[in-house]
């Protein structure tokens, strides 16, 4: 990975931290994230993407389709997928729609002989969990 790539990654992961935190922080830094996650030319870039917008969790309704797409691609490298997995699981029950492609995911792993597969079992856990009423 390039220095300048290195730095977008880097950038992305620190958003997604300070996110997680304080998402009024980082709000502005949404759009920038997903365009990061469509469209840079760097795997560590896109994934670092995912998982900053992971962290914060805004915009569920116009996230959470990307990153479906991202576990979808084929051409897809395997850290991007696994990120956009462990994204979708933090959106929990905002995620729904990423059940079939999920568990169509799932398929191409043993769940007790690969680290994917758990990965992949936590993130239909958290998502299919159902939301707790308040008291």
């Known amino acids: ?15 997604g931290l300070r996110g997680g ?9 949404v759009e920038p994230l997903k365009k ?3 469209k840079d030319k760097d795997a560590k870039v896109r994934s670092a ?5 992971g962290a914060i969790q805004l915009d569920a309704e116009g996230t959470v389709p990307l990153l479906i797409d991202r576990l979808k691609s084929e051409s897809e490298e395997k850290e991007v997928r696994m990120s956009a997995v462990v994204a979708l699981g933090q959106y ?8 079939p ?9 043993d769940p007790k002989k ?17 939301k707790k009423k308040k008291a």
């Open 1 to 15: 990975m390039c220095s300048i790539a290195t730095d977008r990654a880097k950038a992305a992961e620190m958003l």
């Open 21 to 29: 935190i304080k998402v009024s922080d980082v709000e502005d830094a």
């Open 36 to 38: 990061m996650l469509e």
């Open 49 to 53: 993407a995912a998982r900053a917008l």
């Open 92 to 99: 929990g029950p905002d995620a729904k729609e990423a059940l």
């Open 101 to 109: 492609p999920l568990r169509d995911y799932l398929k191409k792993f």
């Open 114 to 130: 690969s680290k994917e597969g758990p990965t992949i079992q936590n993130a239909i856990q958290m998502i299919s969990m159902a």
